[in-house]
C-alpha cells in the first residue's frame, strides 16, 4: 500500500545499525484517502507524534508503528465489535 511512498534510511543507534522505513505524513493521509480509509487527507498532528521515529524529525512516521498500530487496533476486542462506523 505505501510501497510508492517510503523512504528507506539507515539509523544509527548507540549499540548498532537499522535499515527503517519512513514515509512523509502528508503522503500517509493521501494514501489513506485514496484507500477509502478517510474522505479527506487531514493531517492529525497527535496521530503524528505518536507514529513519528523522533522528536527531531516531526514530518516523517515510522513505518513499524503504523503496523503496530493496526494490528493492535485488530486484536482489541472493544474494536471488534464497535466497528470503525462514526455514530
Known sequence: MFKDVLKTVNVQAKTRKEKVYLIQK???????????????????DNLCQFLRIDSQYPNLLYLRKVIRGVE????????????MRVR
Open 26 to 44: 502528508e503522503d500517509f493521509f493521501k494514501k489513506l484517502q485514496q484507500v477509502g480509509i478517510k474522505t479527506k487527507p487531514t493531517v492529525y
Open 72 to 83: 493492535l487496533f485488530n486484536t482489541n476486542g472493544y474494536f471488534n465489535s464497535v466497528g
